[in-house]
């Protein structure tokens, strides 16, 4: 993965650097050792390092504009980071970079069911939001696998999504306002707990700009009533085109399930061993769980059931306790840990119009061949986010680079079905270089000038989004600016 | 101008000389520069998906047939797109371009979301005549910055949408209406409140102060509709006289559509606020009549022409939209809340990256 050379003037000023930012925050939040800052070298995306120059570790929104104003000054480029659970490198520093990581932030600023929403810090976990809610049965509806670990600045970043988002949307569909600190430090505030924008929706376009607008500090977020019960059913098919058709008439029917999600035999197996699930041995397994009363989940399931028997499936179970639903939910959440028990994998993150299932999967399994990577099916079936995870071996000589082919074809593949690159973990250095496969240049252009409204000298998470040679000129303008 | 093709409009917008007025079926009440740009003439439905909910349409094609094609196979646009042909008094026919151009929503926004959740992708031409597009037509993507949420909305201001693709949902089997009877706002906004935080799914949450009720909708298939309305009387229980509506596809229609205030003289302000503030604010407004949504989160107000709305209200948090007035009222006021400095300072920026030469709908948003 090509990164752009670092800004030999910045290294050089690392001292400046280091002295003005300890002059705005305690000693321990501004970390400068090489052997320290080598923990911020990557994210979950872990084919690719590189220490950044330093990292900082603010605790609130004025300490955060005092690093950027101070980082915008200098000229040094930010690399923003919530809890370093990207999967497409999204927190990958530069060499010459400031890491700001958000972590220390994590505070519950406000509750208010009356309005249904909650305001926090942003580097409060996913899973905390609900946890600070869940007593009085409310929740925080995004759910990404990573839920555990990632961070409301992250979700922001990169608008994620969830294995439920069916029903309840992505994060955009549930952020109702930011308070955002600029590179060169002023902090806006967008949005709030009423709807709606009353001018043009900034909040729209900053959620999922992979941190490259501004830093999400604090976010107001939805948060909605706990349905009394939900209730998934496991169904097992001999034929992914079968368990395609049988998605497409469930949607059709008029029930919409909260999830539908799909696994392919390498998937199933894996995920069995790690969670015992009891997952049926087959080729493709759906799981379509439906929320409700005890009585309005039987009729949804029965309803789906009856569905489901017209397409023969060779395993039909609807869950009989919470514990067997909990166990369901932790296989599909644990897919790609277990994957990665099995060996090295890149997980890909394409979406496909829900018609094409059949047709992709039948040109993944024949890519799989033609490249000699197995290759496992785990995705969101009901909204087409597709997640592909190719095994290979990081210590075999070219192995990587095979899978880095093997993974920009299943993506213009996703693009050429009417589909695109990313549903839910963004572009960051990852599809990076395939983006033109989608976009044209008029399209990438208009992007890029939102960033330049907000970030002029192209300083917040650089050699992200854009190809490299797309944003050069931008990017060189800004070395130039020194 | 009134282009027929993507390309033709392309030329066009790059050709202009003088600021135009950027219609669809001119029913919404955007006035603008005396030279237009139609949009009618780019109509058809392109793709419509029902096992995928999803349908992409150019923009001049009526909200009406798009709305049979989706009725055909049982579904609908969630979002549930006012009408405002009745409260402004324009005629013309509503087209899916205006609705997306001016993120117009109804009561199923409280729960379904806004018309800018449900758009999945847009093309548009830009002011300098460049042809964009952005997102595309699944449910899913964050491929690159969104500007589908920037477009939705944007009145025109940054490019002339040309074709929009929107998720669908299905169109829920029944529907019932519970109306409780309340003294007061306070009250009905605490009936409201209670309402949308219970589990039972609400998806319209209003307030008529005109006879007193305020008014909750339940859907969905004919059993668990049943089972939620009895949950909610006990969930309402002490707070006012419950009764069942009939026909509640009609009583919401006219909710969405603000009938309330057809035909009647004065300005017409929607403002979007916290529901926990809407008692208070809506005091200050010494409006003629009042209509509340969104759970109270919407007001709609109608008050003498000319009136300062904003001045009376004072500084809250939220926005306040002049949606209905004189010419020349709505120039003096402006039809957009005024924002921050530094919101003011972004949008100027996106506007002129978009359109440098200020030729779309200029002067319109602020």
């Not at chain 1, 949307?169 to 505030?189: A, I």
């Not at chain 2, 009905?188 to 006879?211: C, H, N, T």
């Not at chain 2, 003011?344 to 996106?350: K, R």
């Amino acid at each position: 993965m090509e990164m752009p050379r670092p800004n030999p003037e910045v290294l050089a000023r690392k001292q400046t650097v280091v002295s003005r930012l300890l002059r705005v925050l305690p000693q321990d939040a501004v970390i400068h050792d090489p052997a320290e800052t080598r923990a911020y070298e990557c994210d979950a995306l872990t084919a690719y390092r590189c220490p950044p120059m330093l990292a900082v570790l603010p605790s609130s929104t004025a300490e955060v504009a005092d690093v950027l104003r101070i980082c915008n000054e200098e000229g040094v480029p930010v690399v923003p980071r919530g809890s370093g659970t990207s999967l497409a490198g999204g927190a990958l520093p530069t060499a010459d970079c400031v890491i700001l990581g958000i972590a220390r932030m994590n505070e519950v600023l406000e509750v208010d069911y009356d309005n249904r929403f909650i305001r926090v810090q942003t580097g409060r976990t996913n899973q905390s939001v609900t946890g600070a809610v869940e007593e009085d049965d409310f929740f925080y509806a995004p759910d990404p696998s990573s839920q555990l670990a990632c961070a409301i600045a992250g979700n922001i970043a990169m608008n994620s999504g969830g294995a439920h988002c069916l029903k309840y949307g992505v994060t955009t569909n549930n952020l109702l306002g930011v308070t955002m600190v600029m590179m060169d430090g002023n902090v806006v505030e967008i949005g709030g707990a009423h709807l709606d924008a009353g001018g043009l929706d900034l909040l729209g376009v900053i959620c999922g700009s992979e941190g490259q607008l501004g830093v999400v500090t604090e976010a107001t977020l939805r948060i909605l009533r706990k349905p009394e019960g939900a209730r998934p059913v496991l169904m097992g098919f001999d034929d992914n085109e079968v368990a395609g058709q049988c998605v497409s008439d469930i949607i059709k029917s008029g029930i919409l399930p909260v999830a539908i999600e799909f696994m392919d035999t390498l998937c199933i197996k894996a995920c069995e061993n790690f969670a015992h699930a009891g997952y049926p041995d087959c080729t493709a397994l759906l799981i379509v769980e439906v929320e409700g009363s005890e009585p309005e989940i039987d009729y949804q399931l029965s309803k789906i059931i009856e569905i489901a028997k017209r397409h023969n499936p060779v395993e039909l179970r609807e869950s009989q306790s919470a514990e067997e639903s909990a166990k369901i939910w932790l296989g599909r959440k644990s897919a790609f840990g277990a994957m990665g028990q099995m060996n090295d994998y890149m997980c890909l993150d394409g979406t496909i119009p829900v018609s094409s299932l059949p047709e992709v999967l039948r040109r993944i399994g024949e890519l799989s061949e033609d490249y000699g990577l197995p290759v496992g099916n785990v995705f969101h079936a009901g909204d087409g986010n597709m997640h592909p995870l190719i095994l290979f071996d990081a210590n075999k000589p070219g192995d990587l680079e095979k899978c880095e082919a093997f993974g920009a074809d299943i993506l213009r593949l996703c693009v050429d079905v009417g589909g695109c690159l990313t549903g839910e973990h963004g572009v960051g250095i990852e599809k990076r270089d395939l983006m033109t496969h989608q976009y044209d240049p008029a399209d990438l252009e208009a992007q890029m000038a939102v960033k330049d409204v907000f970030d002029p000298n192209w300083l917040l998470n650089p050699a992200k989004v854009f190809p490299l040679d797309v944003s050069e000129a931008r990017r060189d303008a800004q070395i130039a600016a020194e | 101008m009134k282009p027929e093709t993507e390309a033709e409009l392309a030329e066009m917008v790059a050709g202009l000389t003088e600021p135009v007025n950027i219609v669809g079926g001119g029913t919404r009440g955007i006035t603008g520069p005396a030279a237009t740009i139609e949009t009618v003439g780019l109509s058809g439905i392109a793709l419509y998906e029902p096992g995928a909910l999803t349908i992409v349409a150019q923009v001049g094609t009526p909200l009406a047939r798009i709305e049979a094609a989706l009725e055909a196979e049982g579904q609908q646009l969630a979002f549930e797109p006012m009408d405002h042909r009745g409260l402004l008094g324009t005629g013309g026919t509503p087209t899916i371009g205006g609705v997306v151009a001016t993120n117009i929503s109804g009561p199923r926004r409280i729960q379904a979301g806004a018309c800018r959740d449900f758009l999945l992708g847009v093309r548009f031409v830009d002011g300098t005549g460049q042809v964009v597009k952005n997102g595309g037509r699944v449910m899913k993507n964050v491929t690159g910055y969104d500007l589908v949420k920037l477009m939705a909305g944007s009145c025109g201001t940054l490019g002339v949408l040309t074709e929009v693709s929107l998720k669908v949902l299905p169109k829920p089997e029944v529907s019932a209406t519970l109306a409780i009877q309340v003294p007061d706002t306070t009250t009905a906004i605490r009936a409201l409140s209670a309402a949308l935080k219970s589990p039972f799914e609400v998806s319209g949450a209003a307030y008529d102060p005109q006879d007193g009720q305020a008014l909750l909708r339940v859907e969905g298939f004919a059993e668990s509709v049943a089972y939620r309305v009895e949950q909610l009387k006990s969930v309402l229980a002490g707070i006012g006289e419950i009764a069942e509506v009939s026909d509640s596809a009609a009583l919401w229609r006219a909710l969405r559509d603000v009938a309330a205030f057809h035909g009647k003289d004065g300005d017409v302000w929607r403002i979007s606020v916290k529901p926990s503030d809407t008692p208070d604010l809506a005091a200050r407004l010494e409006a003629k009549q009042t209509l509340f949504d969104w759970g109270g989160g919407l007001i709609w107000a109608l008050v003498p022409n000319g009136t300062d709305l904003r001045a009376r209200l004072g500084a809250f948090e939220g926005h306040a939209t002049l949606v209905r007035a004189e010419a020349s009222t709505a120039e003096t006021l402006g039809r957009f809340q005024p924002e921050a400095a530094p919101i003011q300072a972004l949008t100027n920026g996106i506007r002129h990256k978009f359109d440098p030469r200020g030729l779309l709908n200029p002067g319109l948003m602020g």
